[in-house]
């Protein structure tokens, strides 16, 4: 079968060596965010579509015949285009979503709602592991009290917004003792991030509970709304 997966995630890529094993043709989509992306079996192509039009006409320029949405579960744009565009095109959409985390004993969440939420949450003078997309950075810039150190997978090509700042380069480690190694030379007083979900960056979970840090963690909409 003719599958299209629009992927970015660890598990996109292992279902592409799955289904490829099983014998499909298979083609990876990735937004093209990352400079190096891991590599992927299979066919590989990288960039946007051009909207939700543009995703079905590839479906039917590419006579694909299923299509997969592997992205990340904060991806939402990508995902509300596969659903249009898979409609339009007819063709058949299987929708594979990370489980989000479930607070653990030990855990110390602080959960809101979105970004601006979790932005005012912060407590005047915090040290924040900021644990976001690069495309949500701008959003904190205003609290100047705080210290923010931000992960990157790439090196920022340009300064960051935040007038108080530093970088930590990389993809996360899955060692939660390499992570809170990290929060703790950092002098760390909470986490932001987004339920994602996977394993992938899980070890900063299980850091900050050995470390009994407090973690503002953004849920997911169908969470607040459970
Ligand atoms: P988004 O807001 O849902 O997508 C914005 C636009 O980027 C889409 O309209 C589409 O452009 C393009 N795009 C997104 N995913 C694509 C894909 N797999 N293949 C081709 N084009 C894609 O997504 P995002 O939050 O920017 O995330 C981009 C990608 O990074 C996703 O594929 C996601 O799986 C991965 N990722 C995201 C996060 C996150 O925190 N959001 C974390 C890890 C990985 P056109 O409209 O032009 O087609």
Redesign the pocket.
């Known amino acids: 079968m003719k599958i299209l997966?629009?992927?970015?995630?660890k598990e996109?890529a292992e279902l592409a060596a799955r289904l490829i094993d099983e014998g499909h043709d298979v083609t990876?989509?990735?937004?093209?965010?990352?400079r190096e992306p891991k590599p992927v079996e299979g066919k590989v192509?990288?960039?946007?579509?051009?909207?939700?039009t543009?995703?079905s006409e590839f479906l039917i320029d590419n006579q694909i015949a299923k299509l997969i949405d592997?992205?990340?579960?904060?991806?939402?744009?990508?995902?509300?285009?596969a659903r249009k565009a898979a409609t339009r095109a007819n063709v058949e959409l299987q929708v594979k979503t990370r489980a989000p985390w479930q607070m653990q004993p030990g855990d110390r969440w602080i959960e809101v709602g979105s970004l601006e939420e979790a932005r005012d949450t912060i407590p005047a003078n915090a040290r924040v592991l900021l644990a976001?997309?690069s495309?949500?950075t701008d959003l904190f810039k205003t609290r100047d009290d705080v210290f923010f150190l931000v992960r990157r997978v790439d090196p920022p090509e340009n300064k960051l917004p935040l007038p108080n700042h530093s970088l930590v380069i990389g993809t996360p480690s899955r060692d939660w003792r390499e992570e809170a190694e990290i929060l703790r030379s950092n002098n760390i007083s909470h986490i932001v991030c987004?339920n994602?979900g996977g394993t992938g960056a899980y070890a900063k979970i299980e850091a900050a509970r050995e470390l009994n840090l407090p973690v503002i963690m953004i849920m997911r909409t169908s969470q607040l709304l459970a």
Request: proline content about 2%; overall charge positive.
């Open positions: 997966i629009l992927g970015g995630t996109a990876t989509s990735l937004a093209g965010r990352t192509r990288i960039g946007g579509f051009g909207g939700a543009g995703l592997a992205t990340h579960p904060f991806a939402k744009q990508i995902s509300v285009n976001l997309g495309q949500y987004r994602s």
